[in-house]
């Protein structure tokens, strides 16, 4: 994990399905300008096949990509940036991150709690990539005077 590049790290709960595609597509837009990795609060133990499947219909592949702790980085690796993308980890992530020069809340719904058909699942899956698509393709990280939450604002 070693990389010039100033890191930027993207929580989720489960680190399964947002976290993922998220890290997949800012890595796409700009991973010549960060060190980009995911993790999860509570990370579930696989990646979850319909964010594969998704992923791969823009052209990503995900499938060997495995879900991560939070804690493998907390005071390990020099993480400068939290990007924060669902409410349960923004409650569960500490405020101060060491090292960190911003963390951006970017609060997206949750693909996985969806029930239904897989054709509704898939849908739900779909915009929630193309909402962090749109998202990352211009994400900026802004030093403020304290690292806390922020809600994205485009």
Known sequence: MASRLPMV???CTG???RSQMAEALLRKHQGDRYDVHSAGMDPKGDVHPL???VMAEVGIDISRQRPKSSRDYLGHYPVRHILIVCNKAN???PRIWPGALTRTYMPLD???EVEGTE???LAVFRRVRDELDQMLTTWEPKAEAE?????WNP
Do not use: Q
Request: contains cysteine; charged residues 30%; glycine residues 4%.
């Open 9 to 11: 790290l993207i929580l």
């Open 15 to 17: 680190n399964s399905c």
């Open 51 to 53: 964010a594969i499947k």
């Open 91 to 93: 409650g569960a992530c």
């Open 110 to 112: 949750d693909p996985a």
């Open 119 to 121: 054709a509704e699942k």
């Open 147 to 151: 690292a806390r939450p922020r809600k």
